[in-house]
């Protein structure tokens, strides 16, 4: 177990709160996620990642010192046959924490903590800016080819407008002093 913050200790002494990481951990893997305070999630994330190291190995001794931490054989099989095989191409952050609200009776800060199931994203960064880079000339091409088309329109507007202007230029002027002199 990765050595223990400073400060008043979840539970009473050191062993008691070993036990309440095992079950805390046991039921996290069981149920692929729980609700418990900040301070329990928060003690809890880098003990649970490590166990999903080991589980990640693979091996006896990994399974052995797993089972140190979890009792229970049903749910170190499970997290050596299901969870570690989902958690292969994921280098770390094997699980979330996510806040909710505080708890009814004595409001204390409450959150979930879940394992992270989903795929890692494949792509490495570069290709990423390098697809965004490329859809962008790709959008400015496709405004230079639609630029001109709008210019001829515009154009043609403008002079219909101008015809229009030069027929009704005595009616707008009027209908525009009308508008100041209301104003």
């Known amino acids: 177990m990765p050595t223990p913050t400073k ?4 539970g009473g002494g050191p062993a008691h709160e070993r036990l309440i990481l095992a079950n805390l951990a046991t039921a996290l893997f069981e149920h692929d996620q729980i609700t418990t ?3 329990k999630a928060k003690r809890l994330r880098p ?4 166990l999903i190291t080991f589980a990640k190995r ?8 797993v089972m140190t931490t979890v009792q229970d054989k049903s749910v170190v099989h499970r997290l ?30 409450m959150c979930v903590i879940e394992l992270v199931r989903e795929p890692v994203d494949a792509k490495p960064k ?3 800016v390098a697809e965004a880079e490329a859809a962008t000339q790709r959008s400015a091409k496709d405004e230079a080819e639609q630029a001109p088309a709008e210019e001829t329109t515009v154009e043609e507007t403008t002079a219909d407008e101008t ?4 027929t009704a230029a005595p009616a707008g002027g009027e209908a525009k002093q009308q508008e100041s002199d209301e104003a």
Do not use: C, W
């Not at 400060?7 to 979840?10: A, K, S, V």
């Not at 015809?163 to 030069?166: L, N, R, S, T, V």
């Open 163 to 166: 015809a229009a202007d030069e």
């Open 37 to 39: 305070t900040q301070a």
């Open 47 to 50: 003990l649970a990642e490590r």
């Open 7 to 10: 400060g008043p200790r979840i």
């Open 80 to 109: 050596f046959v299901e969870i570690a095989p989902d958690m292969a191409e994921r280098q770390g952050g094997y699980t979330r924490i996510t806040k909710i609200a505080p708890r009814k009776g004595d409001n204390a800060p």
């Open 58 to 65: 693979g091996d006896l001794h990994a399974r052995r010192k």
């Open 126 to 128: 570069r290709a990423v």
